[in-house]
């Protein structure tokens, strides 16, 4: 999935592409997030209110909630980690792209 380079040793290194396919992922995750919370919050208004079922929508929509809620912290955090690669991988040389 993520694009790999060689580096001079013949040892694998992550690349400037490895960010395209990192922000694509991202951006797919957020939308199966958005659509799934779009699709429950329709599934729970045709459910009786207390029933089990409607209180496992209601579980399982909290649970999605919270996730997407943490996306903008969770993309902070991978943009670091391939930011620190990338510079880490450059200032040793081992960087070819």
């Known amino acids: 999935m993520f694009g790999k380079i060689k580096s001079k040793k013949g040892q694998s290194a992550f690349g400037l592409n490895a960010l395209a396919s990192a922000a694509?992922?991202?951006v797919v995750v957020g939308l199966v997030l958005g659509f799934g919370l779009d699709i429950q919050g329709d599934?729970?208004?045709?459910?009786?209110a207390g029933s089990p079922e409607a209180d496992a929508v209601n579980a399982s929509m909290t649970g999605n909630t919270?996730?997407?809620?943490?996306?903008?912290?969770?993309g902070t955090i991978i943009g670091a980690?391939?930011?620190i690669g990338i510079l880490v991988g450059a200032f040793r040389g081992q960087l070819n792209a």
């Open 43 to 48: 599934v729970r208004d045709d459910l009786v």
């Open 81 to 83: 980690v391939l930011l």
């Open 24 to 26: 694509l992922a991202f």
């Open 66 to 74: 919270n996730i997407a809620n943490r996306l903008p912290t969770i």
